[in-house]
């Protein structure tokens, strides 16, 4: 967006892709040009390979494909969304199978989680063959991820088969394979969001692994000084436990302490020895806790934005690179340049989008074809990517049906005053009063016979607001797709509704009464109270922001998932059955010590923690994400390192894995998002494509339409509302408007982070350039600008 023409045009030395690529095969067929074909069957192929270039541009796809024609159709097959939802179906099933597996939170017989197990590795090495079948060879071998997928289908295969014979002869082994599982969430080429965050994490790591070892230097030789401080004064713990005698356990808990977990605990057998003590846990505390932790977030945040600016550098410059070899196949000589012919533009936007309507695509080409000359030029269809990624809302607006069966009666002047004040925003102010007055009503005893009373009349106001928003605005653009608050607010209070009479009618009934539906009252009651945020303005920029945002934390998800998976199968093969629970009234023996006699008078067994242990894969989350969360998280160790001493380095490495480095991570990057995202709303930046599909759209009025086609070619419209003011009603016709700043991809949303830093004037390198750049170089050292270096 936004690039020079000289930028545009490229480098008269750039090798053609499809030329590239074939050479690279060593055979396959090249696809003719544009000039060279000769016949419709041709110019379909250059189509439908464009289109390829194209999609792939949108959705920021860098897999280096055949362009042979039965390549680039195996290539639509690769890419459709059937065969990738089928593929993350697969992939999350075999990570299931941990749940039926022994040790199971739901058994199933070997069998059958043997059986399920091998079906979900035939369908990984079918993907993968219909990956080698469209990509390069010597790509494909070169390629890390799909060694990683072919050893570990062989590994689970192997252990599979090792398993099921030891299970012959009633011999219980390890299914040490299980370990590899996550390799499939991760490899996959869908997952490129995934690995990526873990190509950041790795490329962070040595820069952490300074400022870690310095913290462990300040940790050891601030428990050298406790050991000399305290450990000859005879102390004691609250638990008649020798404080501070031994150098490793003094590591440990101040390690703990730096987690705020046993504060002031660990220091109140010194405070209450002396009061001067205190100043030595004080300065640990603003050295490890405030200074190292503050410094561990600021070096993750700095280097992993660094390595993924690199990464988002080396998309954008493959996704120009495919741009123009998408214009390369469908170009034409018109005067002293080439340009893409209007037909030729709106076939292949219709093969890569196909579900847009055609009015938007009629959007699309004015604002490629400003000026109505019948062609694109190079530089407006390179923008065609960007533009496919920004959603457009068709607005169609209709008059009420109301005006239409009860004309005098609708247009009536009580009609119109009515109208008018449920536009007005004293409405709104007025119905926020409501809520406030009803959220201190929902705090009051619900046996007050005035309460009960009043919810009934809270209930008949949000009816009635409702109803008069209905009866003001048009039914189907008040429900419309992208009416979330409307929806929201609709199912809520009919809900409520709904449970209420059903809980009214229960309740005077003596034979029965429903706590479930109580509560599912209470929660509804509750729920309304959101509608306050969707009437203040400051409120609705935050929560917009949280939503927009949601797709790149999904990334951060798969992460988290991946290493829980990880961490929990190891957590069940070594601490299965050291920890077990008993109800309240159990009489079984060790029932108090979790069933095991070393707990006892311990701060595991005494908090009841009993419940978390590594018995199974649902219980093993749970506790890996008690530990996430850190509070306590020393007692849970106390209890899964109730065998030996060094069981304590399992939940060390987590919690160095997840807490400092990941949550660091996640964190920094909901940080870099949230800023650009919230200051983008705040001072409503738009992009330059943004700006002219509003100048059009919003401008595009039935009576001011000197082109009849927008709303000729109108197939579906989605609807919104303005509802705020005293917005006067529009006319029946067509207008165009910009959803909202959300991107459809987490590419797309990652390069408007970066994009402003990446010179205009920066060309970048060739497609061969940028198929060898390694991820931690991704910008080639040739370059001259200060941001890539």
Known sequence: RGCSRRQLEGRADLPNLARLLEGATGGSRRLPRPGEAAGGDNRMVDLLLAAAFVSDAQYNRNIPFKTSPEAVRLYYLYNHWIMRTATYFFIFLNLSLAVFEEPAVYPLPFLVTSLVEVLCLLVFFGRLVHFAKVTLRNVFWKDTKNICIMVAILLSLTDLTICGVLRIYNVRSIRWSRIVRPIFLINFAESRQIRRAFRSIRNTLPEITYVFLLFMFSLLMFSLMALKLFGERNLQTAEGMPYFKNYLEIVFDLYVLVTAANSPDVMMPAFDFSSWYALFFIAFVIVNTYIFMSLFLAVVYNNYKKHLKNEIRKLAYMKHRKMIEAFNLLKEEEGAQFVVREARWKQLVKLVAPDTSNSHRELLLRISDDEQKGFIDKKSFVQLADLLNIQVITLKIRSHPLGQWMPRVYKSAASRFLRSMVRHRGFVWTYDIIILINAIFIALDEETPYISYAEWVFLALYIAEILLKVYTYEPRAFFGKNQFWNWFDTLIIFAALTATILNTTLKSTTKYNSQQILDIVFILRVLRLIRIVDSVQRFRVIMNTLINIVPTMLTFGGLTLVVYCIFAIIGMELFYGKIQFFPANSNAPHALECGNPALKDSLFARGKYCKNNFNNFASSFIVLMELTVVNQWHDILCGGSVTVQAAKLY????????????????????????????????????????????????????????????????????????????????????????????YRTVDALLQRMFEAEIPLEDEGPSFEEILNLSPATAVPSNLTSESAA
């Open 651 to 742: 939940f060390i490495a987590f919690h160095i894995v997840m807490v400092i480095i990941i949550v660091n991570i996640f964190v920094s990057f909901i940080l870099e998002a949230f800023f650009v995202e919230y200051s983008l709303e705040k001072s409503e930046v738009e992009t330059a494509i943004e700006q002219k599909i509003q100048e059009l759209g919003m401008g595009v009025q039935e009576d001011e339409l000197q082109d009849e086609q927008l709303l000729d070619n109108m197939e579906s419209a989605e609807h919104d509302l303005e509802g705020e003011g005293e917005t006067k009603p529009q006319s029946k016709g067509l207008v165009f408007k910009i959803a909202s700043k959300r």
